[in-house]
């Protein structure tokens, strides 16, 4: 029989995942639900088929019955939920970012490590995306030549109120953050961000651009716009020493019509990487009980933490920041 999982947060993303893993997907059965409104819990529940609710997720984590548990609760919410599923020797997938602070992301990298079992996958779905993943096995084919540029844009068409422009770098622009640590393989050494004025459709909130330099001298930068208005648009561009490689535009439909040449766009991430989420969740199932999830490990999405938080300092103080993370311990290495 396939794993039985439980599911924390049953929100935009929650829901999105409850139905993924009521699809069928790897055997897999959606067997419980908790969110903090137990309305939106049972809305979700019902819509897959009437899994068990759940008023307490430890009781949920606690749950022989429960394989594993996936968590798309609100990011405070993260890292005590992470922490259980590692006391219980759980298999946990929780969406970005790994955990709200840096200390919760260290706790958690030091539990992990001291159990000595991998349970902890990041919900950074870009790794599954088709598209990504070409660019990586492009340059890692060797043809390209060294990378020397990645240029991505990050655009939504419209975002909450409650996304302040330094939510844009420590959400948003997490998301190229840990893209460009997993097609580059090294780690950033310095960030500065420049920002331009806001938009007058969006007065409290600049654009920020994003300036990222890996150890070995490759410069990434990430234009993080979330009030774009004419809808969801992800962009990637490598440029390397003997030629390029670009993410190509999705939908991958071109429509001729009335004079005009035009490619559609998704209204927000979750057509748009439609195929990276069903793919995360399905290498992650397949993963299960071999102590090596599939994408993003629990040092990754430390990592990514650790360079959003020198990025919020670089834009805070204007200056070009280092990026200094802690000694990767052994138990992540080839991870
Ligand atoms: N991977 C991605 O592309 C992506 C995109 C958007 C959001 N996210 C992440 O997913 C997570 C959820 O985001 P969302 O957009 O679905 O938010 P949301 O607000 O739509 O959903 C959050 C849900 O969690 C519930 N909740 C609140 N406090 C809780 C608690 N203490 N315990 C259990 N449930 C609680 C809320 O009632 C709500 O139903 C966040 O960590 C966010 O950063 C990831």
């Known amino acids: 029989m396939g794993a039985r999982v439980g599911l924390i947060g049953a929100g935009i993303m929650g829901a999105d995942h409850a139905r ?50 996936l968590v798309a609760s609100p990011d405070e919410t993260h890292a005590a939920l992470v922490l259980a599923c590692i006391a219980q020797g759980k298999p946990v997938l ?10 919760e992301c260290r ?29 990586k096995a492009a340059l890692a084919e060797g043809r390209l030549g060294p990378p020397l540029f990645l240029h991505c844009v990050h655009r939504n068409a419209v975002a909450p109120h409650w996304l302040t422009n330094e939510l844009v770098i420590a959400n948003s622009a997490t998301h190229e953050i840990d893209i460009a640590r997993y097609l580059l393989g090294e780690e950033f050494a310095s960030v500065s961000v420049i ?11 600049q654009p920020q651009l994003i300036v990222l330099e890996t150890a070995s001298g490759v410069v990434v930068d990430v234009e993080a716009f979330v009030d774009a208005q004419y809808g969801y648009d992800v962009r990637a561009e490598l440029v390397c020493e003997n030629g390029t490689v670009a993410l190509a535009p999705n939908p991958p439909l071109a429509t001729r019509l009335a004079g005009q040449d035009s490619h559609a766009l998704h209204a927000d991430w979750r057509g748009r990487f439609a195929d990276a989420y069903r793919d995360q969740i399905g290498a992650w199932l397949v993963s299960l009980g071999t102590d090596r999830p599939a994408g993003s490990s629990a040092w990754d999405g430390y990592a990514a933490s650790v360079t959003a938080d020198a990025a919020l300092q670089a834009w805070r103080t204007r200056s070009r920041t280092t990026v200094q993370l802690d000694t990767m311990p052994e138990f992540y290495r080839n991870a």
Do not use: N, W
């Open 94 to 103: 929780v969406e970005k970012p790994l955990a709200a602070t840096l200390d």
């Open 20 to 69: 993924i893993l009521s699809s069928g997907i790897g055997g897999a059965v959606l067997a419980a639900v908790h969110d903090a409104d137990s309305a939106r819990a049972r809305q979700v529940a019902d819509a897959c088929g009437g899994t068990q609710l759940y008023d307490d997720p430890q009781a949920l984590i606690a749950d022989a019955g429960i394989d594993a548990v």
């Open 107 to 135: 706790a958690i990298v030091a539990a992990e490590t001291r159990g000595g079992r991998r349970l902890v996958q990041v919900g950074y779905m870009r790794r599954f995306d088709p598209g990504y993943r070409m660019m």
């Open 195 to 205: 920002s331009p004025r806001a938009s007058s459709r969006a007065p409290t909130r």
